[in-house]
């Protein structure tokens, strides 16, 4: 494993008497790609800014390689930062853009010139230099404000948001891109998004967060397989969120029945979260199932149908690419993998019911997400 | 449609032909040849020869331009300054602050100018109380205890009201940036000062631009705030222009004016050229397809141009400020009176022989009438050392303490005044003043327009000449010509007399007529055919008679007033020995003989007086006409019947107010 680069150590942050971060410790390794995922409000963005030393923590400290680094303003950290609205200097051109923070920093021309011309073929922009910041789409002014950033040579970079303001094809082709630039030029990633698809694709680590505390820290596949409560649960993928008792060791029951599954080290007859995500559950036929529900809502997706079965009054989402009616009795089967078992937590209950479901569930919170950081 | 089109062609050609016609009349007669507005004598660039020779014209010109300039300056910092502030505050606190900013905007500049005038005097009164008491508890240094409106209010107040115009421009582009702008610097190696400089300011430079043009522009054009905060040792191009309309109508105002609007037109087109760029340049930015690279980056390129304009906005901003500071410095430190006198009451070219005599710079000012004058000077604004008030006036303003006692061995030529003209009952002891002219008040009637000649002050009260008669707009005056008609004494104190007097003029008033209460527009009106009969002043007759040969002068059967105006220096005077040495200048024979060549009014100076009628002849080379020469300077059986004024007690001053504002007349 790669040496730690930057240490939160009991980081509080208040506005105005409102906690936005809650007692925060994390440490962020050298080289390594790491998002903070959470939605609006959660502190993920405040997190950011403690590092760019936009924003003074309340109390706690902030180390950098080692060294405290509270009172260091951001011009003083070997960190520099990708704006979510790509904040280029419209008064300068694409080339003189990239090279602000080199002539800040009094490097000599030849090698400005030298730099900047590496840094916009790094982002596939050779050439673009004497073209003006709003003559560029809105992808190639972010690959800009990357340029911009990583011309400096910071030991990490952040990236808050970077990619909301693009459309969805294009934040596609820039996360694939984003990982490819991370490889190349070896620094520290710390990556602020809303989106968990985005941070699945490119995180070494993900960090989900909300209401000013770490939920989950992990690998992406850790924080998917194995979410530690409701909340992670359903931020991260989709999830149908159950109570359930743990018999024993690898037994839960649920719907008074018990099920087979590979989770252990619960007291006996503990109550737990169980977690079945819509993609484990096999549609049987009722008879065959382990349980018997029927179909309420069907929507074409594309590569799958999002089906919302009633059982027993709490309703599921199931994605399968077999086709069941509305109104069909279906069964459904469950291997013992497809369980995840949680301790209950204070987000138990909250989650996991798509009794309100809604075809446009993908778009929940996202609105709004900017403004809110923002204030 | 097309019939449709035409139509509303047409109609947007009238609406800017209404617009434009008095404009473009002003412009097209300020290359008029003769002197009139009506007729066009063939194209000449006269006028515009005399104004740049006209030095209170120039002099006004260069106050403006200071003025503007600086204020433009101070207020474009600290407008811009101010839109950051608010830029930073939360959106409600900012949206309150916006809008108390927007009301100077629309405030009535009359109410924002007499506000700031008041404002003034007050701090005035109440540094004076607080430089003496500074001064008795220490001897250090001494604080200038009087402190008068000029130069430094009239800068104040063009800062203050162009500070709104300034954050009106650049707070909309503080709110179109990037919120994360000054981060984004930081964070590239940039402390907060460099952030400001190198990216804010240049991101918001379109705004402070535009925002400065307008306050420049705001500056020029403005009249009514500087007219209150300019005191009388200031005047600002559009107060001159002002102070010239009230006499007749030059050429000279068309040119001045003309380049007035010449360079405001300027002004604006540069600003809406400049905002229709910046769009254009937004558009093609955003319509503009991508180009495909391979044009390679060149970086030394945009360095130094960059460096250059910056270098030399630098060299421009110090120019500025250094022209405005040696300006300002070399405004006060020279020796400097105050003079205020009446519209067209020297012949300019002494003040600019005093100037070069004495190496003291003349401020020229003029008041409309004694009454006017003395308001002035009791509102504390009049800040002048000479003023050339009338013998009654000068009688009330000893009285009240307000003159100094003149050191007349500084003003040997104080022994050239006939001695007719000296201890008269208005300085009994001949210790406040110099006489300057003297003259008599009669009817000017235009021959043509009255069936036979006037003779009685009847004629001011006569319905034959309804619509057709000017009367004085001071009560002093005004009520003499009815208080002579009645047979009364022009300074009686008798309660009845005067009200019968002034029953006289309201009565006259309200059957119509009187066409106008006027002071110097009587010549106009008079020149220009426009009135039949008119009182005023000998000497002015004497003036509109050369414009207009139909007019004639008498002295009524009545008898009339005769005046002594007389040069005296107001009380703590701050250029004293300056003032001794104009009213010695003013009193010397020649600066009389010009003044009477000039104003055509009666010389107190013997020598003058007597030697006019050369004087003139060796100048025009043909011989003054007797009857001219009587009307302006009075045979001693004529001043016989005149009577001149004294100063009325107090009761009696009020009693005239009181009639007056009753007879309705500001």
Same mark, same amino acid.
């Given at each position: 494993m790669s040496k730690e680069l930057i240490r939160l150590s009991d980081c509080v942050v208040k506005f105005d008497d409102e906690i936005v971060l809650d007692h925060l410790n994390l440490y962020i390794n050298d080289k390594e790609f790491l998002t903070l995922l959470g939605p609006s409000g959660c502190g993920k963005t405040t997190t950011l800014r403690i590092i760019g030393g936009f924003q003074r923590p309340t109390s706690g400290d902030v180390f950098f390689a080692g060294r405290r680094c509270n009172d260091l303003p951001p011009y003083k950290r070997q960190v520099n930062t990708v704006f979510q609205k790509y904040a280029l200097f419209t008064h300068l051109n694409i080339f003189e853009n990239v090279a602000f923070g080199l002539r800040i920093a009094k490097v000599p021309e030849a090698e400005i010139t030298r730099r900047v011309e590496e840094a916009l073929e790094l982002v596939n922009l050779p050439g673009y230099g004497k073209r003006s910041a709003s003559s560029l789409s809105g992808g190639q002014q972010q690959r800009v404000a990357i340029a911009r950033a990583i011309v400096n040579r910071p030991q990490v970079l952040l990236l808050d948001e970077p990619l909301a303001a693009l459309d969805l094809k294009l934040r596609k082709d820039m996360q694939v891109e984003l990982k490819r630039i991370q490889r190349e030029v070896g620094i520290t990633f710390v990556y602020v998004t809303h989106d968990q698809e985005e941070a699945l694709t490119m995180s070494d680590t993900v960090v989900v967060m909300d209401k000013g505390n770490i939920q989950q820290i992990g690998t992406p596949e850790d924080i998917y397989n194995e979410p530690k409560n409701a909340f992670v649960a359903d931020f991260i993928g989709e999830s149908n969120i159950i109570d359930g008792i743990m018999l024993e060791d690898k037994v839960v029951k649920m719907y008074g029945k018990k099920f087979p599954c590979l989770d252990a080290g619960f007291a006996p007859n503990e109550p737990v979260d169980v977690v079945v995500r819509p993609e484990d559950i096999d549609i049987v036929s009722p008879e065959e199932g382990q349980i018997v529900g029927t179909v309420t809502e069907v929507t074409f997706k594309g590569m799958h149908y999002d089906i919302i079965v009633d059982f027993n009054g709490f309703k599921w989402l199931i994605q399968t690419t077999d086709y069941s009616p509305e109104g069909a009795r279906i069964g459904v089967k469950i291997d013992p993998d497809g369980f995840h078992i949680m301790k209950k937590s204070q987000y138990s209950g909250q989650f996991g019911d798509y009794s309100s479901y809604s075809a446009a569930y993908d778009e929940l919170n996202e609105d709004a997400e900017t403004e809110a950081d923002d204030e | 449609m097309k019939k449709n089109s035409a139509f509303s062609r047409f109609f947007t050609f009238l609406v800017f032909l209404f617009l434009y016609a008095p404009i473009i009349l002003l412009i097209v007669f300020s290359f008029n040849q003769n002197n009139s507005n009506v007729v066009w004598g063939g194209f000449s660039l006269n006028w515009y020869r005399e104004l740049f020779q006209n030095r209170i014209i120039m002099r006004s010109l260069y106050t403006t331009l200071l003025v503007s300039l600086i204020a433009t300056v101070i207020a474009t910092i600290a407008g811009t300054f101010a839109a950051i502030g608010f830029y930073g505050l939360r959106r409600r606190t900012r949206n309150v602050l916006n809008t108390v900013n927007n009301i100077p905007m629309m405030n009535a500049d009359i109410v924002t100018g007499v506000a700031m005038c008041l404002f003034f005097v007050a701090f005035f009164a109440l540094w004076k109380d607080f430089a003496l008491w500074i001064n008795s508890i220490q001897s250090l240094f001494t604080l200038p205890t009087r402190l008068t409106l000029g130069f430094p209010t009239l800068l104040i107040a063009h800062i203050t009201f162009n500070i709104p115009y300034v954050l009106l421009s650049v707070s909309p582009k503080l709110r179109q940036l990037d919120k994360n702008l000054i981060d984004a610097a930081q964070d590239l190696g940039c402390t907060w000062f460099q952030a400001f400089w190198k990216v804010i300011l240049p991101e918001i430079k379109p705004g402070i631009v535009s925002g400065a043009l307008t306050a420049f522009t705001m500056s020029i054009d403005d009249f009514i705030i500087s007219y209150f905060t300019a005191g009388s040792s200031s005047s600002t191009l559009s107060m001159t222009i002002y102070g010239m309309t009230k006499k007749r109508v030059s050429p000279e105002i068309n040119a001045i004016s003309t380049l007035l609007f010449v360079t405001v037109i300027l002004l604006l087109a540069i600003i809406n050229i400049r905002e229709a760029r910046q769009e254009r340049l937004a558009l093609r930015q955003q319509g503009a397809p991508s180009v495909s690279a391979g044009a390679p980056a060149a970086p030394k390129k945009p360095v130094i141009p960059q460096k250059l304009t910056r270098f030399a906005a630098a060299l421009a901003c110090c120019a500025i400020l250094l022209t405005a500071g040696v300006g300002a410095f070399h405004n006060t430190r020279k020796p400097i009176v105050n003079v205020c006198s009446w519209g067209e009451y020297i012949d300019e070219e002494l003040i600019t022989m005093f100037e070069e005599q004495t190496g003291i710079l003349v401020n020229y000012q003029t008041a409309e009438s004694n009454e006017a004058l003395y308001s002035l000077l009791k509102s504390g604004a009049g800040d002048y050392d000479v003023i050339v008030p009338s013998d009654y006036m000068i009688s009330q303003l000893m009285e009240e303490g307000m003159l100094e006692k003149l050191d007349y061995s500084q003003i040997p030529n104080f022994s050239l005044i006939d001695d007719r003209f000296k201890n008269l009952p208005y300085d009994p002891a001949n210790e406040y003043t110099v006489p300057y002219t003297w003259g008599t008040v009669g009817i000017i009637y235009n021959t043509t327009m009255v069936a036979e000649p006037i003779t009685s002050w009847g004629a001011m009260f006569d319905d034959k000449y309804a619509g057709e008669v000017l009367m004085f707009r001071n009560s002093r005056d005004a009520m003499a010509t009815a208080l002579l008609y009645l047979g009364y004494?022009?300074?009686?104190?008798?309660?009845?007399?005067?009200? @019968? #007097?002034?029953?006289?003029?309201?009565?006259?008033?309200?059957?119509?007529?009187? @066409?106008?209460?006027? +002071?110097?527009?009587?010549?106009?009106? +008079?020149?220009?055919?426009? #009135?039949?009969?008119?009182?005023?002043?000998?000497?002015?007759?004497?003036?509109?008679?050369?414009?207009n040969p139909d007019l004639a002068f008498v002295i009524p059967e009545e008898g009339s007033n005769w005046f002594v105006d007389a040069m005296c220096v107001l009380k703590d005077a701050p250029h004293y020995e300056e003032a001794m040495a104009w009213i010695n200048f003013i009193a010397s024979t020649e600066a009389n003989l010009r003044n009477m060549d000039f104003i055509w009014y009666a010389s107190p100076n013997k020598k003058a007086l007597e030697g006019y009628p050369a004087y003139y002849e060796e100048l025009y080379k043909e011989e003054l006409d007797q009857e001219t020469y009587e009307i302006m300077a009075a045979p001693p059986e004529t001043l016989e019947r005149c009577q001149s004024y004294i100063s009325l007690p107090e009761e009696t001053r009020r009693l005239y107010n009181e009639l007056w504002i009753k007879l309705g007349i500001q």
């Open positions: - | 004494d022009v300074n009686t104190t008798d309660e009845n007399e005067l009200r @019968q #007097a002034a029953g006289l003029i309201a009565d006259a008033k309200s059957r119509g007529v009187y @066409q106008a209460f006027v +002071m110097d527009e009587i010549f106009l009106k +008079m020149e220009g055919g426009n #009135a039949a009969i008119g009182a005023y002043y000998a000497g002015d007759y004497l003036t509109a008679v050369e414009n």
